[in-house]
């Protein structure tokens, strides 16, 4: 079992920023992929980011160059960093952990952290 905590999340005006964090704890060690999420009202959830365990990082092509994801290994934490909010960002941002046990992959779902961006 995983257990994820999301933290981070506010009202910020369009072009600020902020940083979320995703903090994992249980059995961390069957973790391979560390990713962000986000679902706004009436969307289906999309990826934002995804970080692997060899440090190989991926991410949504609208987002390239606003979002930064990293990690932190002595504290268990996976960051996005978010610049140059819009609008169109506003949503919940949920952390997800890839693990794998026997072959089979099952995945860990934090409990969201809401973004909203407005003037």
């Known amino acids: 079992q995983v257990q994820l905590v999301e933290s981070g999340g506010g009202l910020v005006q369009p072009g600020g920023s902020l940083r979320l964090s995703c903090a994992a704890s249980?059995?961390?060690?069957?973790?391979?992929?560390v990713g962000w999420y986000r679902q706004a009202p009436g969307k289906q959830r999309e990826l934002v980011a995804r970080?692997?365990?060899?440090?190989?990082?991926n991410y949504a092509d609208s987002l390239k160059g606003r979002f930064t994801i990293s990690r932190e290994n002595a504290k268990n934490t996976v960051y996005l960093q978010m610049n140059s909010l819009k609008p169109e960002d506003t949503a919940v941002y949920y952390c997800?952990?890839?693990?794998?046990?026997?072959?089979?992959?099952?995945?860990?779902w934090g409990q969201g952290t809401q973004v909203t961006v407005s003037s």
């Open positions: 997800n952990a890839a693990t794998t046990l026997w072959g089979t992959t099952i995945n860990y």
């Open positions: 249980g059995t961390v060690s069957r973790i391979f992929a």
């Open positions: 970080i692997t365990n060899d440090g190989s990082k």
